[in-house]
C-alpha cells in the first residue's frame, strides 16, 4: 500500500515494514523507546489486518499505521498518540490508560473496552459493545455504534455523532453518553438526562479535541438511573 | 473458533484467479481452524435437465469409473465422473431422488455431500493448505468459493464432520459458533425426514436451512426464520449459485468483517484474510449488523435487516451477571 497522504513524510529509520520486522520486531522497536530519545515519530507500513499492533507503548510516540490493522490494536496504550489510516478490528484501544488513538475508518467490536483513560477517536462506525465497561476513557464515534454499547461503563465519555443500536448503556454506573442521533432503545437502568450548560462545555471540548465538526447543541444526554447499584428483591425478577 | 471466508468476483477478468485469489484467504485462518477445512466452489454449471453431485469416499482408490457406470446401467442414465483425491464430481442426467437412492442403497461408503448444476464440495481432515493443495484447487476458475477452517467443538475430527454442509440444490452452509439447541432439533428434523451424516451442529442448522428450502421458503425468509429457531451464537455463510449470503446471530460475538472493491466483495472471520486480495488496502470495510442478512449475486447487494429482532436481544446471562455484580 503506497502511504497514505495524511501520514506525515518520515526517513526510513522512522518506518517499520511489519512484514519484514514482524509483529513482534515492530511492538518491540516501540516499546524500547528510550526516554529522551528524539525518535518519538514512527510509521508501521503493512499492517495487513494483524492482530495487537502497537500494543503496550508506554511513552509519548506519534505512530501512524499504514493500512488495516487486527485485533487489539494500540491496547494498554499510555501516552503515545497512534493513528490507524483504515479499519480497526476488535478490541482497539482496549484497556488504554492515556494517550490518544484514532481510526480514520470503522471499527469491530469492543471499542475501547475497559479504558481507563485518554482518547479514543474513531472516524467512521463502531460495532457492537462500543465503550463496554469503560473505566475513564473518553469516546468520540464519528458514525454510529452497534447494540449494548456502553455495557457496564464505569467512567468516562461515549460521544457518537450517528445512532446507537439496541441496549445503549445498560447497567450503566456513571460514564456520560451523548448522542446526536437516535437510539434504538436505552438499557437496563440507563435513561436520558438533563444536559446542563457544564455538560454542553464537557461536550464542546470532546468534539473539538477530536476534531469532529458537530453541534453541541444537537446531542442528548444519557446515563445511569442508579437503580441498580443495589440489589433490591423487589427487582428478582428483573435479573 | 474455526474461521470461515468468502469471495465473490465482480470483475470477469479475475475468474480464472479465483483459485489462487481464495488460497491464502483460507490458509490465513488455519490458526483458528488447524482441524479440517473445506470449500465449496461453484464454476462450469452442467447442462439443463444434468445434475453435478459431490461424492466422497474414506478410500482414496475407490472405483469411481465402476460407481458411474453401475450409476448408468441402473438408472438408465448418461453418467461421467471425475476423482479429484478423495471426492469424485458426478454428473448424471438420472433423477436427483433417485441418484440419491441408488447411492443410499449401495451402502458402500461412499458420501453425497452436495448437489446442484455448479456447485463442487471438497472437505477433509487435515491444515487448509495441505487440503487445498490435496484437491489442486489452486489452479481452479470460477466466480465465487467459500470456505471453511475447522477447529472442532462438538463433534469428532472427520471428513463428514468438517464444513462446507450442502442444504439443498447449489446451497451450502459454514458456520463459525456453536448450537445449544442441536439435539432436539435433529430429532425433530429427522420426525420430518432429514436424514444426518454426522453428529456435528452445524449439520443441524444445514438441514434445517434445507427442510426450510424444501417447503419451498426462500432462502432469505430461512435464514431470518433460523434466528428464532436456532439457539446458540453463529455466523453463517451461506454459499448460493449466484454467490453468498452472510447471517449472524442477534447477540453477534462470533466476529465477521466485510470488504468491498469495485473488482470483488469477500467476508472472513478476520480481515488478515482478506489482506492478500488486490486493492484490499482501499477497499470499504465494516463488520455486518446482528441479525441482518447480507447477500451478493445477481444485481449485487442486498441487505435485509430482520425488522423483528428478538425482544431478548440484551442476553438475560448479561442482565444477571450486571444484578450479580451490583
Known amino acids: ?239 | 473458533m474455526c474461521g470461515i471466508v468468502g469471495l465473490f468476483l465482480k470483475n470477469e477478468a479475475l475468474y480464472p484467479q479465483l483459485g489462487t485469489l481464495f488460497k491464502p484467504m483460507l490458509v490465513e485462518m488455519t490458526s483458528r481452524g488447524p482441524d479440517s477445512a473445506g470449500v465449496a466452489l461453484y464454476r462450469d454449471p452442467v447442462a439443463d435437465g444434468e445434475t453435478k453431485f459431490s461424492l466422497a469416499h474414506d478410500d482414496r482408490d475407490h472405483d469411481w469409473q465402476g460407481l458411474s457406470d453401475a450409476l448408468s446401467d441402473s438408472l438408465g442414465a448418461a453418467s461421467r465422473i471425475e476423482q479429484r483425491d478423495s471426492h469424485a464430481m458426478l454428473v448424471t442426467d438420472a433423477e436427483v431422488g433417485a441418484v440419491e437412492r441408488w447411492l443410499a442403497e449401495r451402502h458402500d461408503g461412499t458420501r453425497l455431500i452436495g448437489s446442484g448444476r455448479s456447485i463442487e464440495i471438497y472437505k477433509e481432515t487435515g491444515l487448509p493448505e495441505a487440503v487445498y493443495e490435496r484437491f489442486g484447487l489452486s489452479s481452479v476458475a470460477g466466480r465465487h468459493m467459500i470456505g471453511h477452517t475447522r477447529m472442532a467443538t462438538e463433534s469428532a475430527v472427520t471428513s463428514a464432520g468438517s464444513h462446507p454442509f450442502a442444504t439443498g440444490a447449489d446451497l451450502c452452509l459454514v458456520h463459525n459458533g456453536s448450537l445449544s439447541n442441536h439435539n432436539r432439533l435433529r430429532e425433530e428434523l429427522k420426525r420430518k425426514g432429514v436424514t444426518f451424516g454426522s453428529e456435528n451442529d452445524s449439520e443441524v442448522a444445514a438441514a434445517y436451512l434445507t427442510w426450510k428450502l424444501r417447503d419451498g421458503v426462500s432462502l432469505k425468509q430461512a435464514m431470518e426464520d433460523a434466528l428464532d429457531d436456532l439457539d446458540g451464537f453463529f455466523t453463517f455463510c451461506v454459499g448460493t449459485a449466484d454467490g453468498f449470503a452472510v447471517v449472524r446471530d442477534p447477540i453477534a460475538c462470533k466476529h465477521a468483517v466485510l470488504a468491498e472493491t469495485d473488482d470483488w466483495v469477500a467476508m472472513a472471520t478476520e480481515f488478515r484474510a482478506i489482506a492478500s486480495l488486490p486493492g484490499a488496502d482501499n477497499a470499504r470495510i465494516w463488520e455486518p449488523r446482528p441479525a441482518t442478512v447480507y447477500s451478493w449475486g445477481g444485481d449485487g447487494m442486498d441487505i435485509a435487516s430482520v425488522d423483528h429482532l428478538p425482544a431478548t436481544v440484551v442476553p438475560a446471562s448479561a442482565r444477571a451477571a450486571a444484578g450479580g455484580l451490583h
Not at chain 1, 501520514?7 to 523507546?33: C, F, M, S, W, Y
Not at chain 1, 509519548?60 to 485485533?71: E, P, T
Not at chain 1, 457492537?128 to 465497561?133: H, P, Q, V
Not at chain 1, 476513557?137 to 457518537?160: N, Y
Request: some cysteine.
Open chain 1, 1 to 239: 500500500m503506497s502511504t497514505p497522504a495524511t501520514i506525515p513524510k518520515r526517513d526510513a529509520a522512522q518506518t517499520l515494514d511489519l512484514g519484514e520486522l514482524g509483529l513482534r520486531g515492530v511492538n518491540r522497536r516501540l516499546q524500547e523507546h528510550a526516554a529522551g530519545s528524539n525518535e518519538t515519530s514512527w510509521t508501521v507500513e503493512n499492517p495487513k489486518g494483524q492482530h495487537a499492533i502497537a500494543c503496550g507503548l508506554d511513552s509519548a510516540l506519534s505512530v501512524d499505521i499504514a493500512g488495516h490493522v487486527g485485533f487489539y490494536c494500540a491496547g494498554m496504550n499510555q501516552a503515545a498518540d497512534i493513528t490507524v489510516h483504515g479499519h480497526a478490528g476488535v478490541g482497539v484501544a482496549e484497556n488504554m490508560m492515556s494517550g490518544t488513538v484514532r481510526v480514520k475508518g470503522n471499527a469491530s467490536q469492543s471499542a475501547g473496552a475497559t479504558g481507563h483513560g485518554g482518547l479514543l477517536v474513531i472516524e467512521g462506525d463502531a460495532s457492537s459493545r462500543c465503550g463496554i465497561s469503560m473505566k475513564g476513557i473518553d469516546i468520540v464515534v464519528g458514525g454510529s455504534v452497534g447494540h449494548m454499547s456502553a455495557f457496564m461503563a464505569q467512567l468516562g465519555h461515549l460521544v457518537i455523532c450517528g445512532d446507537a443500536g439496541e441496549a445503549l448503556g445498560d447497567s450503566i454506573y456513571e460514564a456520560k453518553l451523548y448522542v446526536r442521533g437516535t437510539v434504538e432503545s436505552l438499557g437496563a437502568d440507563c435513561i436520558e438526562k438533563e444536559m446542563t450548560p457544564e455538560h454542553l462545555a464537557t461536550l464542546t471540548d470532546l468534539l473539538a479535541r477530536a476534531g469532529v465538526d458537530a453541534d453541541p447543541a444537537d446531542f442528548r444526554r444519557y446515563g445511569s438511573a442508579r437503580t441498580l447499584y443495589h440489589f433490591d428483591i423487589d427487582n428478582a425478577s428483573a435479573y
